[in-house]
């Protein structure tokens, strides 16, 4: 009887690892945004593209697009496991209830939930270290304006945004130790609207270079009718604003979701928390503006090759917060999991962080 | 706060506040019907794919704002027959058109996302331009923008003082009575209906290429449903759905503009004025029974049979 079942259910394994090697692996997508934002989503789609180019018929991938923070996600993510994904990318912070939830309902299907930080045996994390391009970002902006005051478009005040804000302050103040900046919060990942009065409100007030954290191109359309520059984020942006533009900070995804899906192939697939950034090509300058003065042109290239070879790391202490608190002592950089808790401003930035 | 920034957010205001003009003008026409269109943001999204695919195509911003208001007509007129001809219910169909509407504007619009076009430059109205204060807050906009003006005047004259506008308040008010007396209740209706896509299809083309010169998917972002709110607001009077509108707009960027300034007001607090400032006027028109005139047309809602008399 035993040798019997045993048997039987060895039949099971071997036709079942022969349906395996036979079917395609089955990878689902959750966006916030729409594919067609050219930003955020965009790059994310692409990198899914990247996977169907590199894999062939060996990967099915599914997406679900312009889908909202909240229950909605957890309904979304649900039907992508029961659809029989067998690994599912969960692309926004809001995701990562829903994402934790799901995770547990169906411990056999993996998940990756990007820029969160809880895991599980079968959900795994990846971050992009946006805040290396923000502090470049804030370097450049330090040096281009001639007001002296740099703004910054954000979308939701959670630890990735307040760190890249923290970054880019820092970023300018070491170039130009009379920079203020300007922070306004649009409250939504996308609304090229919204977004454009945030730019129009800021440039009203006297900044001459925006940085956004936003998806939608709209400020840097904005900055091109007044004649005042901004960079570019997720994607290249340069199209939209061909003087405006400064560099956009391009997100790439592909050499990510490569990595991960051969591990599920090859049965390696272990559940992490991943951190990636300029080292790792994640992170990209594209499109540099080529009418950009010599001495901020170069300043760019060494900031960027000295982050990209790991020497310099934005969050080395000694850092205050704007309370005069000691956030990161001296000689110590902040580990991975600390930059995932940032919910303070830098010294020097004078506002408070929205609750 | 200096003077200048108090110039540039009320010019702001003008500017945010013009596509819920327009579309907000249309809906209270086609109210003042008798007839509740919540189609608006389907309309005015087609207005904005299909102005822009215009533009984009031809190069001519003018041109693009045709095929919109072309656009918007035959979105109304689909619901028109749906509702006026059919006797579909008005709230379930609107709906449906809102939903229509965004799905197929990010269908047809999906090859030309990213892609930019030079939309219509501001023109500064000679000699008027030069007033202080009002000059750059009301006459250095663009051709869309003064032409809201006009169509603000001409819609209230002609609701308030002409044949026209009382033949539409009658069918909005009592269409068996209209019926009675000889107007031709669907027809009006008609178009009533129709002139409200064609203004939300301007409203859509203000957005693709004026605002934002670019189509992205659901660009208008919830637009067309704070116009439905405006005309609630403005009691359906024409002449204060032209102050609402720029109440609303300067509403929506009032909080970022704080922000800007260092003060800490919860931008949430600041986004949800203009919904606050409409459950209030409701409020208000509901405690009072002798603001009657305040009210809705009586008839708002309530599809017409022609055949079967009250």
Same mark, same amino acid.
């Given at each position: 009887?035993?040798?019997?079942?045993?048997?039987?259910?060895?039949?099971?394994?071997?036709?079942?690892?022969?349906?395996?090697?036979?079917?395609?692996?089955?990878?689902?997508?959750?966006?916030?945004?729409?594919?067609?934002?050219?930003?955020?989503?965009?790059?994310?789609?692409?990198?899914?593209?990247?996977?169907?180019?590199?894999?062939?018929?060996?990967?099915?991938?599914?997406?679900?697009?312009?889908?909202?923070?909240?229950?909605?996600?957890?309904?979304?993510?649900?039907?992508?496991?029961?659809?029989?994904?067998?690994?599912?990318?969960?692309?926004?912070?809001?995701?990562?209830?829903?994402?934790?939830?799901?995770?547990?309902?169906?411990?056999?299907?993996?998940?990756?939930?990007?820029?969160?930080?809880?895991?599980?045996?079968? @959900?795994?994390?990846?971050?992009?270290?946006?805040?290396?391009?923000?502090?470049?970002?804030?370097?450049?902006?330090?040096?281009?304006?001639?007001?002296?005051?740099?703004?910054?478009?954000?979308?939701?005040?959670?630890?990735?945004?307040?760190?890249?804000?923290?970054?880019?302050?820092?970023?300018?103040?070491?170039?130009?130790?009379?920079?203020?900046?300007?922070?306004?919060?649009?409250?939504?990942?996308?609304?090229?609207?919204?977004?454009?009065?945030?730019?129009?409100?800021?440039?009203?007030?006297?900044?001459?270079?925006?940085?956004?954290?936003?998806?939608?191109?709209?400020?840097?359309?904005?900055?091109?009718?007044?004649?005042?520059?901004?960079?570019?984020?997720?994607?290249?942006?340069?199209?939209?604003?061909?003087?405006?533009?400064?560099?956009?900070?391009?997100?790439?995804?592909?050499?990510?979701?490569?990595?991960?899906?051969?591990?599920?192939?090859?049965?390696?697939?272990?559940?992490?928390?991943?951190?990636?950034?300029?080292?790792?090509?994640?992170?990209? @300058?594209?499109?540099?503006?080529?009418? @950009?003065?010599?001495?901020?042109?170069?300043?760019?290239?060494?900031?960027?090759?000295?982050?990209?070879?790991?020497?310099?790391?934005?969050?080395?202490?000694?850092?205050?917060?704007?309370?005069?608190?000691?956030?990161?002592?001296?000689?110590?950089? @902040?580990?991975?999991?600390?930059?995932?808790?940032?919910?303070?401003?830098?010294?020097?930035?004078?506002?408070?962080?929205?609750? | 706060?200096?003077?200048?920034?108090?110039?540039?957010?009320?010019?702001?205001?003008?500017?945010?506040?013009?596509?819920?003009?327009?579309?907000?003008?249309?809906?209270?026409?086609?109210?003042?019907?008798?007839?509740?269109?919540?189609?608006?943001?389907?309309?005015?999204?087609?207005?904005?794919?299909?102005?822009?695919?215009?533009?984009?195509?031809?190069?001519?911003?003018?041109?693009?704002?045709?095929?919109?208001?072309?656009?918007?007509?035959?979105?109304?007129?689909?619901?028109?027959?749906?509702?006026?001809?059919?006797?579909?219910?008005?709230?379930?169909?609107?709906?449906?058109?809102?939903?229509?509407?965004?799905?197929?504007?990010?269908?047809?619009?999906?090859?030309?996302?990213?892609?930019?076009?030079?939309?219509?430059?501001?023109?500064?109205?000679?000699?008027?331009?030069?007033?202080?204060?009002?000059?750059?807050?009301?006459?250095?906009?663009?051709?869309?923008?003064?032409?809201?003006?006009?169509?603000?005047?001409?819609?209230?004259?002609?609701?308030?003082?002409?044949?026209?506008?009382?033949?539409?308040?009658?069918?909005?008010?009592?269409?068996?009575?209209?019926?009675?007396?000889?107007?031709?209740?669907?027809?009006?209706?008609?178009?009533?209906?129709?002139?409200?896509?064609?203004?939300?299809?301007?409203?859509?083309?203000?957005?693709?290429?004026?605002?934002?010169?670019?189509?992205?998917?659901?660009?208008?972002?919830?637009?067309?449903?704070?116009?439905?709110?405006?005309?609630?607001?403005?009691?359906?009077?024409?002449?204060?759905?032209?102050?609402?509108?720029?109440?609303?707009?300067?509403?929506?960027?009032?909080?970022?503009?704080?922000?800007?300034?260092?003060?800490?007001?919860?931008?949430?607090?600041?986004?949800?004025?203009?919904?606050?400032?409409?459950?209030?006027?409701?409020?208000?028109?509901?405690?009072?029974?002798?603001?009657?005139?305040?009210?809705?047309?009586?008839?708002?809602?309530?599809?017409?049979?022609?055949?079967?008399?009250?």
């Amino acid at each position: 009887m035993k040798l019997k079942s045993l048997l039987v259910s060895l039949g099971l394994l071997a036709g079942a690892s022969i349906a395996q090697s036979a079917e395609p692996l089955k990878v689902g997508f959750v966006y916030v945004g729409p594919v067609g934002d050219l930003g955020w989503s965009y790059e994310h789609d692409m990198g899914r593209k990247g996977l169907e180019e590199y894999f062939g018929d060996k990967v099915k991938t599914t997406y679900v697009e312009n889908v909202p923070e909240g229950a909605d996600a957890e309904r979304v993510i649900t039907q992508l496991a029961k659809a029989g994904n067998d690994l599912i990318f969960t692309t926004s912070f809001g995701f990562m209830n829903p994402t934790v939830k799901v995770a547990k309902r169906f411990p056999k299907v993996k998940f990756e939930h990007a820029t969160g930080y809880k895991l599980d045996k079968n @959900l795994g994390t990846y971050v992009l270290r946006t805040y290396e391009g923000r502090y470049i970002s804030g370097v450049t902006a330090g040096m281009m304006t001639k007001t002296n005051t740099i703004g910054y478009i954000g979308s939701f005040p959670i630890p990735e945004v307040i760190r890249d804000i923290n970054a880019a302050y820092m970023g300018a103040k070491s170039v130009n130790p009379d920079v203020k900046m300007k922070i306004v919060w649009a409250n939504t990942w996308y609304d090229p609207g919204k977004e454009t009065d945030a730019a129009n409100a800021l440039m009203d007030q006297g900044v001459d270079v925006m940085l956004q954290h936003t998806d939608s191109p709209a400020p840097l359309i904005a900055a091109e009718k007044r004649g005042l520059r901004a960079i570019g984020q997720a994607s290249d942006q340069s199209k939209f604003a061909p003087s405006a533009h400064i560099f956009s900070v391009r997100d790439n995804w592909t050499p990510y979701y490569i990595k991960e899906v051969q591990a599920v192939m090859d049965g390696t697939w272990k559940s992490q928390d991943f951190w990636g950034g300029f080292h790792d090509d994640m992170l990209t @300058l594209a499109s540099i503006n080529p009418n @950009l003065p010599k001495d901020v042109r170069a300043k760019i290239d060494t900031t960027l090759a000295s982050i990209k070879s790991g020497e310099f790391k934005p969050f080395t202490g000694p850092i205050k917060d704007n309370k005069g608190n000691i956030a990161v002592p001296a000689n110590h950089s @902040l580990t991975d999991q600390e930059l995932a808790q940032v919910n303070w401003y830098v010294e020097g930035i004078t506002d408070e962080i929205p609750h | 706060m200096d003077s200048d920034l108090i110039v540039q957010i009320l010019f702001a205001a003008v500017k945010t506040g013009t596509p819920l003009l327009f579309i907000a003008l249309g809906e209270v026409i086609c109210e003042k019907s008798g007839v509740l269109n919540l189609g608006q943001e389907g309309m005015m999204l087609m207005g904005a794919v299909v102005g822009f695919l215009a533009a984009y195509g031809t190069g001519s911003a003018g041109l693009g704002v045709l095929a919109a208001m072309l656009m918007g007509c035959v979105m109304s007129l689909i619901f028109a027959v749906l509702v006026l001809h059919l006797g579909a219910n008005q709230v379930a169909t609107g709906l449906a058109l809102t939903i229509f509407g965004t799905g197929l504007s990010a269908f047809i619009g999906s090859g030309v996302v990213g892609q930019t076009i030079q939309g219509f430059q501001p023109i500064a109205v000679p000699l008027l331009s030069d007033i202080p204060f009002i000059g750059k807050i009301l006459f250095s906009h663009d051709i869309l923008v003064y032409s809201s003006f006009v169509m603000t005047f001409v819609l209230m004259f002609v609701v308030n003082k002409t044949r026209i506008g009382l033949t539409l308040k009658a069918v909005g008010e009592n269409p068996h009575a209209a019926n009675a007396i000889g107007i031709k209740v669907l027809r009006v209706r008609y178009l009533a209906v129709m002139f409200g896509g064609v203004m939300a299809g301007i409203s859509g083309a203000y957005m693709s290429l004026v605002y934002t010169p670019m189509w992205v998917e659901n660009m208008t972002a919830g637009r067309g449903w704070i116009a439905l709110a405006l005309v609630v607001f403005a009691s359906w009077r024409v002449g204060r759905i032209m102050l609402g509108a720029y109440l609303f707009g300067l509403a929506s960027i009032m909080h970022l503009v704080l922000q800007g300034l260092g003060w800490s007001i919860s931008p949430n607090l600041l986004a949800m004025l203009p919904y606050v400032a409409t459950v209030v006027v409701m409020v208000i028109i509901s405690a009072d029974k002798f603001k009657e005139k305040l009210l809705a047309p009586r008839a708002l809602g309530k599809p017409f049979d022609p055949r079967q008399m009250a």
